[in-house]
Structures are given as C-alpha cells and as structure tokens.
C-alpha cells in the first residue's frame, strides 16, 4: 500500500479516499495529522461560506462532512479487524494510521489482550456417574462426549447432563 498523501485536502481527495476505503478491504496508509489536515479543510470551507454564500459552497461543505464522517466509520471498522488479527498473528502494527486512529487502535489491542488472557468464563460442569456403556456421540450442545463405560464418572454440560439422566443412561452426583 502507498502512503496516501494529506498535504492538500480538497473534496476531490476526501472522495477518492472514501471511495479507496469502500473498494479495498486493507486500510489506505495516511499520515499522522490527516485529521488536522481535514480538520483545517473544513474550517476554510466554512470560512468561505461565511464570506460569500452560495448554494454550491454549501452543498460541498455540507457533504465534506459527511464524506468525513462515513471515511471515519469505514476506517474505525477496518482497525478494529485489524487490531484483531494484528493480536492473533502476534504482529502489531499501527504505522499508515492517523494520530487518533492509532490511540483507538491501542486502546482495542489492549482490551482484546485482556479478554483473551482472562478466557471465557468457563461452562460450569455437572458430575455424572455413567449407568449403561455409552459410545462416543454429540451433546445437545454441538459438542462431542465419550466413550463412557459403566461406572465412569464424568463432568459434562448441564445440558449433555439432563439428556443422559432423561434417558437413564446416567445419574448426577
């Protein structure tokens, strides 16, 4: 990817790069201060509208906007895939992203880092001592359990654990 130039923010530009956005499933590369950069963009504009109004002037900072708003959406969804993949290939990387999108970037990495040290909440088992021999079969839940043979005991899911009791296959304990 080539680092997409913002020393010269027009509404041509914001188009273009809206449309980049849209086309690729990569992130277009920007500089640290694209925001200012659209930032000072919009001021201008207001400023031109303040000093001669006209329809046309109005038309293009009124969809600026919104080209700016819908780029920002578009780009916030792309860092959040990124980020997330960046964590399972053990492989951050924030360069090619504005200032604000890198602190979002982060501060996603950091909260999916947490969440996947702590794990999931573990599903609480239910002991079961297995009345008849059981060959290996799925769980109401999608899951796989067994072989059993007669006697064992087994923690199995809440619901795998009704189904055997229902059946009088197993007994909870």
């Not at 303040?50 to 780009?75: H, W, Y």
């Not at 924030?94 to 909260?111: D, M, N, P, Q, W």
């Amino acid at each position: 990817m080539e680092v997409v130039e913002a020393n010269y923010v027009n509404y041509d530009f914001l188009r273009n790069l809206l449309s980049l956005e849209r086309s690729q499933s990569g992130l277009e590369l920007v500089k640290e201060d694209f925001f200012l950069h659209c930032g000072s963009f919009v001021a201008i504009q207001e400023g031109v509208l303040k000093e001669s109004f006209s329809l046309e002037q109005a038309r293009v900072l009124e969809n600026s906007r919104k080209i700016m708003g819908e780029l920002k959406d578009v780009r916030l969804r792309k860092i959040l895939f990124k980020a997330f993949r960046d964590l399972e290939a053990n492989a951050v990387n924030s360069s090619g992203l504005a200032k604000e999108e890198k602190e979002f970037y982060r501060s996603v990495l950091s909260l999916l880092s947490q969440y996947k040290q702590k794990g999931s909440p573990a599903e609480e088992k239910v002991k079961v001592k297995i009345l008849v021999d059981l060959p290996e079969m799925q769980s109401p839940d999608g899951g796989a359990f067994g072989p059993f043979q007669r006697g064992a005991v087994a923690a199995l899911s809440p619901a795998t654990a009704d189904l055997l009791a229902q059946k009088n296959a197993a007994e909870k304990i």
